[in-house]
């Protein structure tokens, strides 16, 4: 770039689905771009349409010049359609992508982008495109991971129509490149059938992993001292996401030797600058080759290339900051200072050590902390530091390994023996981890030489499979086949990392690798002597658990020299020299622990990923469906075990076909119980086809499955639910599995079995259409028409999923999307805790259905994700009043409509009750979700702070609904129970919000033989809540005008006659020159309570605690009946929480006072470990008092 030319960025973000931080990735890749004097032009929120990207896109290359230096940066969902003779077409999805029509295609394809970035790299060529999303929806187990892909491939039949149009315009084709834009560096999120995620940082903000990742990597670029290339940029991205996500890998494309935002091209070699600064080596940018300490370099001078050359001394890392690293100079000869130029190669590199986590810290465990410590490849955990590995007892006070999934092995004896063998463990879970994320470095990089096929083998028949997010099944024969597409001669070394963390290599016949000259190719799985193809089966470790599917990994490394990789698999054994100068040498070497010596080889890393279900796998499809809308495996599998249930109907719209056309609908789903259920329905159309023909109602768990069949017949012949019936379905194994593999193979059996017996009996019978739609899409209710049509040759149709409990499409069931709100289990620290008790909506009765008071509580301080917006904790109390002897209500739904803009609920409680559960107890995450605690305890020292939320106990059926949207609601089915039920939500509003009006609402069915002459149901009615607002700064006390100190008295008004003792002590106090402060009005007023009392707490000197059985009741959780005490409930929660959260200063602010006639007992058990000193009245006199009255004159510090 000349230096008269402009940085220019055009940053566009979509935010669809159930992406949230599209635009905290726009915010975070705007101001990286800033930082480097980039000028960017933003398209996101309402913007980000079709016709507005495109026009924004236009735009920004009409405005670009020859010198100019161009980004463009994309965060959103991508999607692809498979075409019908194979392949695919890929596009990127706008916010008004749910407004496509059949001639109307909304997304932008891939075709369309290249053709875009042509035309700007013919005004520049210094261009970077950054594309942070991916087209292959593969399921994330982590359930706070958000792929950024729609979760099915699209019907061809939506996009077709576009793409033809897209042929016949020459202005377009006579632009496009289908090989890649040479000028033009594009770093995208993931390789094509990965999948790209957001996730939550360590900020607590949900952000794109590689928006996190590089913009991260761009600050320390350009904070450092060196030039660098995006060729080492990515590789430290590349690194980062790995280390999180291994199926997760980004690449760069095009020219990613060039200099950041430059079109010269640099040598890559992985080189730092070295200075010698007060006697110490200093190694500038070290943070972007990712340096540790324990990493060896060689310091050359400037003009040596090659470290083998002429050596000034060696450097052993010891320390490393944001800008550098730091060592000690070991030469042969005394060196003062090193010559202008001088550089540091990379010769031995320490792998990072894995953070382990021990459940319950303490004697016990102590021996096996000091292994862990002294062992090359871990470490103990910080605090709060999220750890790949846990150790915990099982049953039998034993030692065992947990990972994500669950244990590694069965349990370990307890002493030295077992400390050593869970240390073995461990290792070979951090060695595992690291291969995972073996990447190579930059200037060692070999281009891909080779093509990589993985898939089953089915009788012999090669099925080719994604090489990521692949589900398989053990016992299921597997296949890799590796060809050399390059000139030049390759080695290549499979290495299989297992479900249990072992590692063993595939091609021990050839332990440096398989030889592959040009155009030659390796079959893993084929037999070489006959041609045949059995492949290889996969097996199960036999201590592993059965309970759940587990990752497995083979890696393929490509070399341009023979390397022996055998050190992995043959633990603590020296095997022949490796290539040890080499990155891939150096990790290999560090992985086994041996040093690292050699020459280096260029190599390439490629990792085939997919999930080993410890069951046999499902029949296959015996048929071809026209249209198949079904998501991923991955989505099945890594859904809720606890799955999600709705009342819906489905149905068939706008029905159009031929005269005799038949029709065969077959809908299968889940139950409560386990087990899957399934209805079927048969229509014949005559020439006016049908407006609207229901195909199933009821309620359905977990998921929902529909297959259509179209053939000719007429009326008379044997319908589908006949055929079905008639027919056996086959079993599943005898064998446990997981609950959403159950359901994939009774649907595949009956679907198998539903086509066999169509065949037999319909003439020219076809599969029409097929698809699954699972709880967290809402089994499909409210999607956009453009995903609902279906247009063939012989029938068109929408087909609609609603919800029979509701009007309103746009609600979201309360537990459908739980699996993606909830991020990790540190909770928000809710040490601000504002209360407000609020007496609406306690005159409301719906028939049976009265509602009671709520309580407010204000989140404050809110997670950065949320900033610009208020957060409430409500509880919602109602009950349901049946007299006795008469029966209850089959059912009972109550609910909540928030009457503002932009009021959203954000997560409710209880979500879906289908057997009974016990009282239980949740916390917030930082995203404002609910989680419950498993071991019944509070993160915090003290639960003072009520971080954590007491949900009673839930009788069945209750399932909520209303997630996302302004109304909430929960219905209770198949018997309700009467009495008291309470629930929980978070609202989320705009922050100026004082008020908020809520129409109530209520329903309810009354069986035939009820006797309580009630209607079904009630008019709703409308009350207001006032909102807290938000706490005053805490800051010290403000002194009354004329010097005295300000005093807050905090009392329970439990009697008159305790109240009136409380006035002659303000009385006395006021006597003798104190500013008092003493609320004397209690509930009835209906003030502003809440916030009166928190402004005196946290405006005055001190606050006087008056002991009495009520405060110390409350204090001590001894009063069961909740609606009585509130204000001073509140009043003690406020000051507990402040004590929580500064106990220095304000253990000499609160001042425990027994008055006359009282005893210390009565002073709260939880004030007396954190409060130094007492202070007891023995008459309302200045005498009496005359030890408190000499602190109260005393003002504190702070």
């Not at 001394?313 to 090193?338: K, M, S």
């Not at 490849?377 to 065992?400: F, K, T, Y």
């Not at 990789?565 to 990790?587: F, I, N, T």
């Not at 209303?962 to 922050?991: D, E, K, N």
Request: net charge negative.
């Amino acid at each position: 770039m000349s230096p008269t030319g402009s940085r220019r960025a055009l940053v566009i973000g979509a935010r669809t689905g159930r992406l949230a931080g599209v635009g905290q990735d726009v915010a975070a890749m705007a101001g990286a771009l800033g930082d480097w004097g980039f000028t960017s032009t933003t398209c996101e929120g309402s913007d980000a349409t079709r016709a507005g990207i495109l026009a924004a896109y236009s735009r920004f290359i009409a405005e670009t010049r020859e010198e100019d230096a161009a980004v463009v940066y994309y965060s959103g969902h991508g999607g692809r359609s498979v075409a019908p003779a194979g392949g695919s077409v890929q596009f990127i999805v706008p916010v008004d992508y749910d407004e496509s029509a059949e001639d109307d295609f909304r997304g932008i394809t891939s075709i369309e982008l290249t053709i875009l970035l042509t035309q700007l790299t013919a005004k520049t060529k210094n261009v970077t495109v950054v594309l942070d999303s991916c087209h292959a929806a593969h399921m994330s187990r982590d359930p706070g991971k958000v792929v950024k892909a729609r979760p099915a491939p699209v019907p061809y039949q939506h996009i077709a129509a576009h793409l033809d149009r897209l042929r016949r315009d020459d202005r377009w084709l006579a632009r496009w490149t289908p090989t890649g834009n040479p000028d033009a560096v594009r770093i995208v999120a993931c390789a094509p059938e990965q999948s790209a995620y957001e996730y939550v940082n360590t900020d607590g903000i949900r952000t794109g992993l590689l928006t996190d990742a590089l913009s991260q990597t761009l600050a320390e670029a350009k904070d450092s001292e060196v030039t660098v290339s995006w060729a080492t940029v990515v590789d430290r991205v590349r690194r980062r996401v790995l280390a999180l996500l291994p199926a997760q890998r980004p690449e760069a494309e095009g020219p990613a030797r060039r200099l950041l935002f430059d079109v010269t091209e640099a040598d890559p070699v992985a080189t730092l600058p070295a200075a010698m600064v007060a006697g110490r080596v200093r190694l500038s940018g070290a943070a972007l080759l990712g340096v540790v300490p324990g990493d060896e370099f060689v310091v050359v001078p400037g003009e040596s290339a090659d470290p083998d050359g002429r050596v000034i001394g060696e450097v052993g890392v010891d320390r490393v900051d944001l800008a550098a690293a730091w060592g000690e100079l070991r030469a042969p000869q005394l060196v003062t200072e090193l010559p202008i130029g001088a550089r540091a190669h990379l010769v031995r590199a320490v792998t990072p050590l894995m953070p382990v986590r021990l459940r319950s810290p303490g004697p016990r465990l102590a021996p096996l902390a000091r292994a862990i410590e002294l062992a090359p490849l871990i470490r103990l955990g910080e605090p709060g530091e999220e750890c790949p590995a846990e150790v915990g007892s099982d049953d039998r006070s034993g030692l065992v390994v947990y990972d994500e999934f669950g244990p590694l092995h069965r349990s370990r004896p307890d002493g030295s023996d077992g400390v050593r063998r869970v240390v073995r463990d461990l290792t070979r879970v951090a060695r595992a981890r690291a291969l995972r994320c073996l990447s190579e470095v930059p200037g060692e990089e070999l281009p891909l030489p080779v093509s990589i096929e993985f898939g089953r083998v089915d009788a012999g028949r090669a099925v080719p499979l994604s090489t990521s997010g692949s589900v398989l099944h053990v016992d299921q024969p597997v296949y890799v086949r590796v060809r050399n597409e390059s000139p030049d001669t390759v080695y290549v070394s499979l290495l299989d990392i297992g479900v249990a963390a072992g590692i063993s290599f595939l091609n021990p016949s050839s332990p440096s690798g398989v030889r592959l000259l040009r155009g030659g190719q390796y079959t893993f799985g084929g037999n070489d002597l006959t041609g045949a193809l059995p492949g290889v089966a996969l097996g199960w470790p036999t201590d592993l658990d059965r309970g759940v599917p587990r990752p497995e990994t083979i890696v393929v490394l490509v070399t341009s020299e023979p390397v022996d990789s055998r050190v992995l698999e043959q633990e603590g054994v020296r095997a022949a020299p490796l290539l040890a100068g080499s990155a891939l040498g150096r990790s290999l070497r560090s992985l086994s622990g041996l040093r690292s010596q050699g020459r280096a080889a260029d190599f390439a890393v490629r990792t085939i990923d997919f999930d080993l279900v410890p069951a046999p796998a499902p029949p296959l499809d015996v048929t071809r469906f026209e249209v198949d809308e079904r998501p991923e495996a991955s989505t099945w599998l890594w859904r809720p075990e606890t799955a999600a249930s709705a009342d819906v109907v489905v149905s068939l719209r706008d029905v159009s076909a031929e005269p005799g056309v038949r029709l065969d609908v077959l809908v299968v789903t889940g139950s409560p119980g386990g087990e899957p259920i399934f209805s079927a329905r048969t229509e014949y159309l005559g020439a006016s086809g049908l407006d609207e023909l229901p195909v199933y109602r009821g309620q359905v768990t977990g998921y929902l499955a529909i297959a259509i069949w179209v053939s000719h017949g007429k009326p008379g012949d044997r319908s589908l639910q006949e055929l079905v019936r008639e027919r056996p379905v086959a079993d599943g194994p005898d064998v446990v599995e997981p609950a959403a593999l159950s359901g994939v193979r009774f649907t595949t059996n009956i679907v198998n079995t539903a086509d066999a017996a169509l065949r037999a009996v319909s003439a020219g019978c076809a599969g029409l259409y097929r698809t699954t739609l699972l709880s967290h899409e809402r089994f499909g209710v409210g999607r956009p028409e453009n995903r609902t049509a279906l247009r063939t040759g012989q029938v068109s149709f929408r087909c609609l999923v609603e919800e029979t409990a509701s009007a309103c499409p746009e609600e979201d069931h309360v537990g459908s999307s739980s699996d993606d709100r909830v991020v990790g289990t540190v909770p928000l620290l809710l040490d601000v805790f504002v209360r407000s008790v609020e007496l609406a909506p306690n005159d409301i009765e719906i028939g049976l259905i009265r509602f009671s008071g709520w309580q407010l509580h204000r989140i404050d301080p809110l997670p950065a994700g949320f900033a610009g917006h208020a957060a409430y904790l409500v509880r919602v109390n109602y009950e349901f009043d049946v007299p006795a002897g008469e029966t209850p209500p089959a059912w009972a739904e109550v609910q909540f409509t928030f009457d503002a803009a932009e009021v959203v609920v954000l997560d409710a409680i209880p979500r879906v009750v289908t057997v009974a559960e016990p009282a239980r107890t949740y916390e917030l995450t930082g995203q404002l979700n609910f989680v419950r605690r498993t071991d019944g305890r509070s993160h915090w020292a003290a639960d003072a702070s009520e971080a954590n939320v007491a949900l009673p106990a839930v009788r069945p059926e209750v399932t909520g609904f209303g997630l996302g949207s302004a109304r909430v609601r929960w219905r209770h089915s198949g018997g309700v129970h009467a009495g008291t039920h309470t629930a929980w939500l978070v609202l989320l509003t705009p922050p100026d919000r004082t008020e908020l009006p809520v129409l109530a609402g209520g329903a309810y069915h009354l069986t035939a033989e009820g006797g309580l002459g009630l209607g079904a149901s009630g008019e709703p009615d409308a009350f207001t809540v006032r909102l807290p607002e938000a706490p005053e700064a805490d800051v010290p006390a403000t002194p009354a005008d004329d010097g005295r100190p300000r005093v807050f008295v905090s009392y329970a008004q439990e009697s008159p006659a305790h109240k009136k003792a409380v006035v002659e002590l303000c009385r006395l106090l006021s006597g003798a020159g104190v500013d008092v402060r003493v609320d004397q009005d209690g509930l009835e007023q209906r003030r502003n309570w809440d916030e009166w009392t928190t402004t005196q707490i946290l405006r005055t000197d001190y606050v006087i605690v008056v002991a009495s059985p009520v405060y110390r009741a409350v204090g001590d959780r001894e009063l069961t009946d909740e609606t009585r005490h509130r204000g001073i409930r509140s009043e003690y929660s406020r000051l507990a929480d402040l004590l929580h959260r500064d106990r220095d200063r304000w253990t000499q602010k609160v001042l425990p006072v027994v008055l006359p006639g009282r005893s210390p007992d009565e002073i709260p058990l939880s004030f007396l470990p954190a409060i130094g000193d007492y202070y007891v009245l023995s008459a309302f006199t200045r005498d009496a008092a005359a030890d408190l009255l000499k602190v109260l004159f005393t003002v504190p510090a702070g």
